[in-house]
């Protein structure tokens, strides 16, 4: 389709979005109708003409991903699925514009709207997330070729997108791997919440950009002609693109075009109806003119022949049947019995290893039966031991690697395999140390939202990484990442829980893991092989009381061995204790009321974990004690630091005792 085989034009076109925009916004009296109405050319021209993809089918694998990093105009891209007919955006829930129940969020949230890619809203996460779109697009083409996979990733950034610091991880790590089917269109409007753009940012973006290894260019955004060239240009760059396309925030209202006024509140009903008069639109609210609906449900079915001629060669391709289960998610049929090796291995032969070894040696097998599990660490490959045997790198133009040297880019990293498990087809995990979850925390918490099997591997996990000091080691960390909803955070205590972890981040197709590994050597404490995944339940009894159990101990990952120690005193006193492995609370609290009472105890309750003893209460009850850490650590060898801190099995029997008296 083009604007001569239709008599609808270009400025009609962009109007119906401004307008949805301005009146779903003023319905529900409150909303952004700013960034829609300045970027309606731009998304005209996209949608209309360059965009592949089938309105009618919004999950088709090898469309192009729209992500709306300015997630504050959502109306833009709700308007624009509205326009082009995608089913779950009628009208009416164009009316029901943030309300409760309606796809219509007041961001774009995924899971929601069809077309809503990722949720965005958090500013800079959503260009984040394109990398990783964009990286897993290269990655799968390498896997199965162009005939299955090739597609972009465009992204809408305002501003606000290009001034958090994530921007800036996200746009070195893409020029550094020459994403270049990722096409960035900047919304240039020199306007953010406080104001004008001068009151707070200098960058010269176009050179920044260009710094990272960018092809960009400047344009008029509201020249339908000039964004097209700039596009059709971009298409064909050997290099990530970004076109700042210089817009009026607010286009079209009459007195507060081009004000910050427009950002973020209803127009209000004088300026609306100035606004119609300005631009010519003399439609009611919520009414599109048959003729300009018509061409935009045609620029929605544009890609429909391009999608059966995919379709088809996805039916006739050897590919077919691997194709669709890797992006569908599942796993290959078999992967447990890697697990399964690596526990009965453990379980005869005993090592006495760190956590993070035991996840490297978990990751070596799994890494050899899940070919889409793709890994990588933010500089610390050696430490995470997150790099599997089998696994090459990924680098530029280099797409068939298995492995991904992020950098020092931790918030990019999270942001970038959140993009990765959205665009489907790959299972992403990174590391960093349990620290620097604080620098990915955002990310986080999105994929948690987001519900994304995104594994986080994250070693050097308590004060038992010694020397480095305080700043290395993590306190308040496992309880910050307890509370995130839908997130699994997991401790395990030795290499047979932790093969048992990496098969629940695996099979938990719609929930981000946290692994919490040991910098530091643990004894093997599951010694009889079970095929049952024990973790899976949170926790378990470890060891039972030789006699009546007058008390359990609880405790996680490197503390476990020292409540075992801390059971063998007790025992020789003649207290009956019981040691319970607790690796999750998640996964724990998601047991039966009957299990989990019988896995706690009647009898005195002891937690020990070398972390903030914040919210352990739940488990020892207001007769129980928490050994753990109420301060930040210190530098020095780790068992200086246990003893200073007194995280020790003495001070466990001491507690126990001091409660049976
Ligand atoms: C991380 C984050 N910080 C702050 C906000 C609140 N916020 C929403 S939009 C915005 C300004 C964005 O400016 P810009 O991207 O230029 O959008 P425009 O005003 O041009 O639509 C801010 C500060 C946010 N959504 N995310
Ligand atoms: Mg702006």
Known sequence: MNDSSISVSHAERANAIRFLAADAVEAAKSGHPGMPMGMADVATVLFTRFLKYD???????????FVLSAGHGSMLLYSLMYLTGYPDMPIGQIRNFRQLGANTAGHPEFGHASGAETT???????????????????????????????????????????????????????GHLKLNKLIVLFDDNHISIDGPTELTVSDDQRRRFEACGWKTWAVDGHDPEAVAKAITEAQNSDKPAMIACRTVIGFGAPKLAGSSKTHGSPLGAEEIAGARAKLGW???????????????????????????????RLAASAERDVFNRVVSGELPAGWQDAIRAVKSKSSADKPKIATRQSSQNVLDALAAVIPELIGGSADLTGSNNTKAAGQN??????????????????????????????????????????????????????????????????THDSIGLGEDGPTHQPVEHLAALRVIPGLITMRPC????????????????????????SRQALPTLRTTHTDDNLSARGAYVLMEATGARKATIIASGSEVSLAVEARATLEAAGIGAAV???????????????????????GVR????????????????????????TSFGASAPAPALYKHFGITADAVVTAVKSRLA
């Open 282 to 312: 003399s439609h009611a609210p919520f009414e599109v003119p048959e003729t300009v609906l018509a061409s935009w449900r045609a620029a929605g079915r544009r890609g429909a022949g391009t999608r059966s001629d995919w379709a088809k």
């Open 606 to 629: 002891v937690a020990v974990e070398a972390a903030s003893t914040f919210g352990w209460e739940k488990y020892v009850g207001p007769k129980g004690a928490v050994v753990g850490m």
């Open 55 to 65: 309105a009618a089918e919004p999950r088709w694998p090898d469309r192009d991903r």
């Open 580 to 602: 319970v492995s607790m690796p999750s609370w998640e996964l724990f609290d998601a047991q039966d009321a009957g299990y989990r009472s019988k896995v706690l105890g009647e």
């Open 393 to 458: 790198p990924v680098a530029a133009g280099k797409y068939d690697g298995r492995y991904i040297y992020y950098g020092v880019r931790e918030h990019g990293m999270a942001a970038a395999m959140n993009g990765m498990a959205l665009h489907g087809g790959i299972v992403p995990y990174g590391g960093t140390f349990l620290v620097f979850t604080d620098y990915c925390r955002p990310s986080i918490r999105l994929s948690a939202l987001m519900k994304q099997r995104v594994i986080y591997v994250m």
């Open 120 to 174: 965005t809203g958090p500013l800079g996460q959503g260009l984040a997330n394109a990398v990783g779109m964009a990286l897993a697009e290269r990655l799968l083409a390498a896997r199965f070729g162009a005939d299955l996979v090739d597609h972009r990733t465009y992204v809408i950034a305002g501003d606000g997108c290009l001034m958090e610091g994530i921007s800036h991880e996200a746009i070195s790590l893409a």
């Open 494 to 517: 030795d290499t047979v829980e932790t093969a048992e972890c990496w098969a629940v981040a695996l099979a938990e197709k719609s929930r981000p893991s946290v692994l919490a590994l």
